[in-house]
Each structure stands twice: as structure tokens, then as C-alpha cells.
Nanobody, 128 residues
């Protein structure tokens, strides 16, 4: 059974930090692009950051560039999103997702892939 389980969300003051984790099981993790997406109330889902299967390519949305860092561990089958200098506008439900990809795509296209597997989401709330 494919599973993606997010953890690490919570309530933090503006300027603070959170580290989201995604634990994967049931599929070949190291053959999949991993993405972090978020959806705020009344807004469309947004691709926040994505990382290639080997970890060599990453993409960040302009809104988080310089503040968020994505990483993955293909031995532990986990992916992380380190979020620093958080802003109230970062408040959303954050989802981890995966898609199998065996060829190179430009980093800017990573979050535009059709992701097959999704976690249940974790709430991040940033107070002003």
C-alpha cells in the first residue's frame, strides 16, 4: 500500500521556523519526484517546492525562494521541507506528493508534473 505521511505542522509566530517531514512507503521512493504543495482557504493549490528523484534538481515557488529548503533521504525514504522566516501568508495545509519519473525535466517543470500519490496534509498556521 502506497503511503505518504506528513508531520511537523503546527502554529508558529511570524518569523519562526517549522520543518515538515514526509515519510513514504509502498513504492520505489528513489524513482519518484517529490513535491510539497499547499492550499489555503479559498485559494488554489500551489506547488511550493519539488525535488528530483536523485535530489540533484530542485524548484521553489517565488513566494518561498530563499526561505524554504527541500531535501530528501533516499535511504530513509523521507523528504523534508525546512521553512524559515515564516509569514502569515504561508498559512495553509501542506501536502507531500510523489510521481514516478525516469527522465530529466527542467527544474521549473518539476512541480507541474501530474503527481500520482498524495499525503493527507498537515496544517501550518503562522500568526502575525
Amino acid at each position: 500500500e502506497v503511503q505518504l505521511v506528513e508531520s511537523g505542522g503546527g502554529l508558529v509566530q511570524a518569523g519562526g521556523s517549522l520543518r515538515l517531514s514526509c515519510a513514504a512507503s509502498g513504492f520505489a521512493f528513489d524513482a519518484h519526484v517529490i513535491g510539497w504543495f499547499r492550499q489555503a482557504p479559498g485559494k488554489e493549490r500551489e506547488g511550493v517546492s519539488c525535488i528530483s528523484s536523485g535530489g540533484g534538481s530542485t524548484f521553489y515557488a517565488d513566494s518561498v525562494k530563499g526561505r524554504f529548503t527541500i531535501s530528501r533521504d533516499n535511504v530513509k525514504n523521507t523528504a523534508n521541507l525546512q521553512m524559515d522566516s515564516l509569514k502569515p501568508e504561508d498559512t495553509a495545509i501542506y501536502y507531500c506528493a510523489a510521481v514516478r519519473l525516469l527522465f530529466w525535466v527542467p527544474p521549473e517543470n518539476l512541480c507541474h508534473l501530474k503527481f500520482d500519490f498524495w499525503g493527507q496534509g498537515t496544517q501550518v498556521t503562522v500568526s502575525s
